[in-house]
């Protein structure tokens, strides 16, 4: 059997809206002031970007940080929640030649909670978030988990992502991975464009 891993967030979902509202939630409820969305989307994806520190000013999330995230996460993360153009199709091409799963570094409830809102949800046959490995992406804990739990060998999987981390936890897994732009980051070079090129990308790589 093939496994694709796929990330979520500006890969799979637009959740921009429901990050960036979330974040200067907490922002000001700390006394910060909110940040512009592009802004705060671009250091979400930064591989070495220590986030609690960044955003709110401490070296690790604090439990009354934590709260109020998940506080207005949870009641806001459908919000203006939409798939992006193309990977409804993607997925239903896909799901009967591979094993679909999900790896984000968003809480694995509300993800399933926001796949299962835009309609794919029960493609996956995982979805594992932050809250299931000590070591979130870039760390290759969760890519290594899933191929683990499905017993498939890293040859005979794949990642797709928008971020670096995705990309750095993949290689460090011995993973292949594709980089793509429609997400949150702006990359320069090595990305592909279009969910079209994704595919046969996919099919590309398995074929025997």
Same mark, same amino acid.
């Given at each position: 059997m093939r496994l694709i891993m796929f990330d979520m967030d500006g890969t799979?979902?637009?959740?921009?809206? /429901?990050?960036?509202?979330t974040i200067n939630y907490v922002r000001e409820n700390l006394g910060f002031e909110r940040l512009e969305k592009n802004y705060i989307l671009e250091k979400v994806n930064e591989p070495h970007l220590n986030s609690s520190e960044f955003f709110y000013g401490t070296k690790e999330f604090t439990e009354q940080q934590t709260k109020l995230f998940e506080e207005y996460?949870?009641?806001?993360c459908l919000t203006d929640?939409?798939?992006?153009d193309g990977i409804a199709k993607l997925i239903d091409d896909l799901k009967d030649d591979f094993i679909l799963t999900v790896a984000?570094?968003?809480?694995s409830q509300y /993800?399933?909670?926001m796949l299962d809102h835009v309609g794919i949800g029960a493609n996956f046959s995982t979805i594992?978030?932050?809250d299931s490995v000590t070591n979130p992406k870039p760390h290759p804990e969760m890519v290594n988990k899933i191929l683990n739990k499905h017993s498939i060998t890293n040859i005979n999987a794949q990642?797709?992502?928008d971020s670096h981390k995705d990309i750095l936890a993949a290689n460090s897994a011995g993973v292949d991975s594709v980089l793509v732009n429609w997400g949150f980051s702006n990359h320069e070079e090595g990305a592909?464009?279009?969910?079209?090129?994704?595919e046969s990308k996919i099919y590309q790589k398995f074929k025997q």
């Open positions: 799979l979902i637009d959740s921009g809206f /429901a990050i960036t509202n996460y949870n009641e806001h929640l939409v798939l992006y984000t570094n968003a809480n /993800a399933k909670k594992l978030g932050y990642m797709i992502g592909i464009e279009t969910i079209e090129e994704l």
